[in-house]
Each structure stands twice: as C-alpha cells, then as structure tokens.
C-alpha cells in the first residue's frame, strides 16, 4: 500500500494469530477450572475455523485471480499464505501434544475419560453396539465411488471417514466416503456419564455393517474447511434479502481452504481426496490429536460445577434494584441522570432487557426503534418488538442481514419481525450497520422525551454474559436528537452527516478520532488511553506515531489484532500495547483522551479502529459527559491497566509476552467492584 513503511507495520493475519495463540494458552493455565480450559481449547478450534473459512479463503482468492494489492506492511498475498501456514503448524504441534500429554490426563484424573473403544470392557462394548444401531446407523449414508457413483460433495467443516474396501469375491478396490453426522453429539456417552468415545470411532468400529459382504482394507478421519465468505453486489434496485439467501446456498459449495488428516492416512487416498476437491498439498496440514476440537464444546455441558468458574450472574445497578415484588421505574431513573452498564458484571437481563420490555408496554411509547447485529434464537428482545408492534406502537428494526455467520438468523427473525407489523428495515447499500443502538420515544406533557440506549456490544442475552461490554441509557436531548436522524438515515433517503454528539461512520468516527488525536498531541501532558477489539487502520496507527513522536503518552488495550509496533525508538517509544484474555471478551471499545487531573473527553461504541468500521459500516461512537460515569470509565481503565494475571505486552517485535504475574486479575476485580457498587447504598 502506498504512502505508507511497511517497517512501521505488523500483518494483520499473523497478528490474529498470535492472538488465537493468546487465547491456546489459557488451556494450560493452572489457575484456570479444568473444564473452563478445554472451553477455551474449543474456542481456539472454532476460531481457526473462522480464520481459514475467511479470511485464508480471501488470500487465496488473491492469489487466484493475480490481485497485487498488499497491505502496510508490505507481505504479498503469497507471502502471508506462506507465513500464516508456518505458524498454523506450529499452533497445530503445540494442542496436539497438550491435548494427549496434558488436557486428556487431566480429564481422565477427574473421571472424564476420552476412551478407546478397543479397551473397553463388554458391558460397555454392548452398550455402544446398542447405542449405534439405534441411534447412528440409521442416519449414515454411505457413498460409493465408482464409474456410477461420482465423488460426493463433502460440506463445510464436515468430519468424515474415508473407507476403502475390497470385493473378495472380485478383488476390486473401491473408495466411499461415511459422513459423521453433525446432528448428533460429536462424542458418544457411556452410562456412567463421565467416559466418552467419538462418534467416528463408534462409525469405524461398525464399518462392517455399512458394506456388508466387503473386506475394510482401511478407514481414515478427515475433516474439510471450506471458502465462507460471501460477497452480496448491491445496487438500488436489488432485494437484499434473497441476495443474501442465494449467497447462503453458494456458500456450502465455497472452495477448499484446509484438509485435515492424521498423519498416518495413505498417500494414495490423501491423493484420491486432493485430486477431487481441487486441494493443493499447502491446504493440506497433518494433525497428530483430534480433529474438530470445537466439538470440545460439548464436554462444557457437563454438570461439574466444581471443574468451572464459580457461576457469576451479573448484578443489578443499585439505581434500578427493587425491592421483593417491586418494578422499577426506569423511565423515572434515566430523567434523574445518565446510566451506565458494564456487562456481564452488570447484568443484561436487568438492565437493557426491562428497558425495551417497559417500552413495549407502556401506553406513554409512541415509538421504539432498534438496530440489530447479532442476537440468540430466542431473544427477550425481539419478543419485546414483537409485542410493542401489537400493542399498537411504531416499531423499527434495521435487521442486519450481512452479519457474518448470522446470516439465516437474522433472515428468520427479520421475517418474524416483519409478519407481527414491525417496520423491518436492511440498511444502507453498501454499508453493514454496525452500530447498536436503541430509541424510545415517549408522550410526556405537551412534548416527547428520547430515552436512549448506546452499547459496544450486541443485542443479545446469551452473549452478554460472557462478552464485556458497555452501554449507556440516557436522555439527553442531544444524544436523542441525533439518534432520529441516524434511525432516518439508516430507514430512509437522507443524506445527514453532521451531528450534535455523536460521532457516526462512514467518515465522523475517524474524523472525530483523528481529531482528538491531534488535539492531544499538541499538549505538553498529552496522553491517550483506547480500549478495542483490533488496531489495524494504518492512517490511525501514523496518527499515533505522530502523538508519539510529540511526546504524548499513549496506552493501547486490543484484544485481538494490533498492526501498531510500539516502542520502536524515534516512532512509537511513548506507546504501550497490551492485552487481556481471560474468562471474559473483551469486547467494549472506549476511547479516552485527557491526562489525570484535567478535563477528559470519553467516548463508547461500536467502531474498531479498522477500515471496514471506519470507511464502510455505519458505526457510532457516543461522548460520555456526565461525571460520574467518567469515574466508572476511569474505573475500568486502571483496571485492565494494573492487571498482571491476564495481560500480554507488545514488543515491536510483533511478539506478545505474558506480562509478569504478582496477583491483580482483572475479570475478579471488576466483579467485586459490580458486587460492591450493588450493596453500597442497601
């Protein structure tokens, strides 16, 4: 990319690794619950599925078609392939000795045991001969390959086993493929509910029964990743809706990316499988352990509280906790002053739940709009929408429908929505909104009062209880005012760019930011503290070597990727980097600028620092003003700041370090500080 040094910039994609490598570590943490350390085994598995589903998919569309466009950093799209599968094998390496010398044992300790269907006893062999003719043969389709049977379409992230069997009357040698179903559970029970055996194990034990009469010369596990991203072309004309739903059926039939085996599988069927579906041996990776560790996920459910996290529910803010049988006001409670929320210390379900659920009811609302991102199959919010359109009121929702992964749900809840008289809305074209944002407006005298919320994080119960996120209600008329023309900028034709108070992309956010940054540098005390899920704008990283070079202090919290190098001398020296991984994403965005002991200005949203956030999703950023939430904002700062449990450091090498471990863990002591606020003035 022109303009810019590729020295002053790390990969974006190699930077995302090393922040799945962050997240692979907390499976051998001691001070993490066992159960709680094979989750976040699972999570890294589902993570590199996203990775390569995505975003290897795209480098090698580049490749494929001879793009030349190269990223800050200078790294060819051959180049990153080059050096994403270099460290993919060595992530590889590391969870398969883990998992077999460490993990496992450790389960097994605990009388979770991944069992071998050849150790077992016959009681126990019975069982699972029962459990699969019942349960499993039933739904397996065996497919040929042969001069009538073409090779079988292998779907996404599918786990499958490649038979070859013998006729031993004829002595000819076929191929077939056995699906391991994904509806069923990836590991079979044993009845005393704490042994497991995987389900393609079971399958291959049982082969005989799916080819009967034929000799099995050999069974081999793999697994296929394939291209899932998908491009929707919008024009003015065009319905969005069945773009996306054609788009959703090209995405089953997406490219290979990634064919995993045992290292042990023969090279002619490695040969037959590559040949087929058009894989190359760099899409190929040989993996010692299991294959599809996010089917980890179902060891999770296991009822052993003691081998998880004690379960924290989240409180309720002191301004809005009731007595038995009460029901607050939170009307009343928003007209007294600015709320904030930091989930999931502060709990969603009495928070942001009750908010829009007293708006579908009160005969005050005229009208509640909404925008939604992403939210769960059976959301407390959409049953508020639901009912809000019943009971007579204007109700809007811009549904997202290019949420990635999201896609079918969003599509089924925007249909829902639509048929209970919900005004559903897509967006703008050529934008994903981004944003998450809610208005009421309500009949109060001769006029009407906005009562807003703006959030980090989405609308959705289930992952704000893990997702730490921070929304603010309020009623300020600004806020309220600038909330309507957005909603009618995103429903509408209108063409609003200016604002009273918030900060909204395409353009404000980084124009605002940009600002600040400037505005910060040109102080002798300069400092600039911001908190987001990734850093990957290059024109907002030279911003802040500029800041950098003027003397300003600058304290970066990212999640995930950082393509910022800090501490480099004569360009970044006044910058740190660091990040927290730990029980909870971190998912809030905060961007603070001001020294300690003078005035700050605060800002919450949605928006990374990233070009899609910036330049191509409606994204908004909200100022926090009011005191007192300051104080909480600072609150949670010094924080992530002081922790050394869970954080990493950046060096300028690109290379993140554990940072020295003394005791301040940051997810405890933001739960205590919930706990303390909730109880301070019972």
């Not at 081999?220 to 788009?247: C, H, K, P, Q, Y």
Request: proline share 5%.
């Amino acid at each position: 990319m022109e303009g810019f040094d590729p020295e002053h910039f790390l990969n974006r994609e190699l930077s995302w690794l090393e922040f799945n490598r962050r997240v692979l570590s907390l499976t051998g943490r001691p001070d993490f619950p066992l159960l709680e350390q094979v989750k976040f085994l699972a999570i890294w598995a589902a993570n590199l599925d996203e990775f390569f589903q995505v975003r290897v998919a795209g480098l090698k569309e580049q490749v494929g078609h001879g793009v030349g466009f190269t990223p800050p950093d200078g790294l060819t799209p051959s180049q990153q392939l080059a050096a994403i599968r270099s460290e993919v094998e060595v992530q590889y390496e590391a969870i398969s000795k883990q998992f077999l010398s460490e993990v496992a044992p450790a389960l097994a300790n605990e009388g979770i045991v991944f069992s071998d269907y050849s150790t077992l006893d016959q009681e126990d062999k019975d069982y699972l001969d029962l459990q699969f003719r019942d349960l499993v043969y039933p739904v397996l389709t065996p497919l040929a390959v042969d001069p009538s049977h073409p090779f079988p379409y292998i779907s996404n992230l599918s786990l499958n086993l490649a038979v070859v069997v013998r006729n031993p009357e004829s002595g000819v040698t076929r191929f077939a493929r056995v699906k391991v179903p994904p509806i069923l559970p990836r590991f079979v029970v044993l009845p005393d509910l704490e042994r497991f055996v995987p389900l393609e194990q079971v399958i291959a034990t049982h082969s005989g029964a799916l080819f009967p009469g034929m000799e099995i010369l050999g069974q081999d596990v793999f697994r296929v990743t394939r291209n899932a991203d998908i491009e929707v072309e919008e024009d003015e004309g065009g319905d969005l809706l069945m773009a996306i739903e054609s788009e959703l059926t090209q995405r089953r039939f997406g490219n290979v990316v990634r064919l995993e085996v045992h290292p042990d599988m023969g090279e002619e069927v490695l040969d037959l499988l590559m040949r087929e579906m058009g894989a190359t041996e760099d899409d190929v990776y040989r993996i010692e352990g299991p294959l599809g560790l996010a089917g980890l996920w179902g060891l999770y459910d296991l009822e052993r509280p003691e081998l998880k996290f004690d379960v924290f529910n989240g409180v309720t803010p002191a301004r809005l906790a009731t007595q038995p049988g009460e029901v607050v006001d939170i009307f009343s409670v928003m007209k007294q002053g600015d709320l904030l929320v930091h989930h999931p210390y502060d709990s969603f379900s009495s928070t942001v739940e009750p908010f829009l659920e007293r708006a579908a009811r009160d005969p005050k609302v005229l009208a509640l709009k909404v925008t939604l991102y992403r939210t769960s199959s059976d959301s407390p919010i959409m049953a508020s929408l639901i009912k809000a359109a019943e009971n007579g009121k204007q109700v809007a929702a811009l549904v997202e429908l290019k949420a990635r992964f999201d896609e079918e749900r969003n599509i089924e809840w925007a249909q829902r929505l639509e048929d209970a008289g919900v005004h559903v809305t897509y967006g703008v074209v050529g934008l994903k909104t981004h944003t998450k944002i809610a208005l009421v407006v309500r009949r109060e005298g001769d006029g009407v009062v906005r009562y807003a919320h703006i959030g980090t994080g989405n609308y959705n119960e289930k992952t704000a209880r893990t997702y730490e996120d921070i929304g603010m209600f309020t009623t300020d008329p600004g806020i309220g005012a600038d909330l309507s023309d957005l909603f009618n900028y995103l429903t509408g034709y209108s063409r609003q760019t200016r604002y009273q108070r918030l900060a909204v992309s395409p353009n404000g956010v980084r124009s605002r930011l940009t600002e600040l940054i400037e505005e910060e540098a040109s102080r002798a005390d300069g400092h600039i503290t911001l908190k987001m899920n990734s850093l990957v704008d290059a024109a907002m990283i030279e911003s802040l070597y500029e800041a950098s070079r003027a003397g300003t202090r600058v304290d970066l919290i990212v999640r995930g990727i950082c393509c910022l190098r800090p501490g480099v001398e004569g360009l970044s020296e006044n910058i740190r980097v660091r990040s927290i991984v730990g029980r909870y994403l971190e998912h809030s965005r905060i961007y603070r600028f001001g020294a300690r002991g003078r005035t700050r200005t605060y800002f919450i949203g949605s928006a990374d620092l990233m070009p899609r956030n910036l330049d191509r999703r409606v994204e908004a950023l909200a100022p926090i003003i009011d005191p007192d939430l300051q104080f909480r904002i600072d609150e949670v700062l010094d924080v992530l700041m002081a922790d050394d449990n869970l954080a990493w450091s950046l060096g300028p090498d690109g290379k993140w370090e554990r940072v020295p471990t003394t005791g301040v863990d940051a997810h405890v002591a933001l739960q205590e500080l919930a706990r303390a606020r909730a109880t301070a003035l019972l």
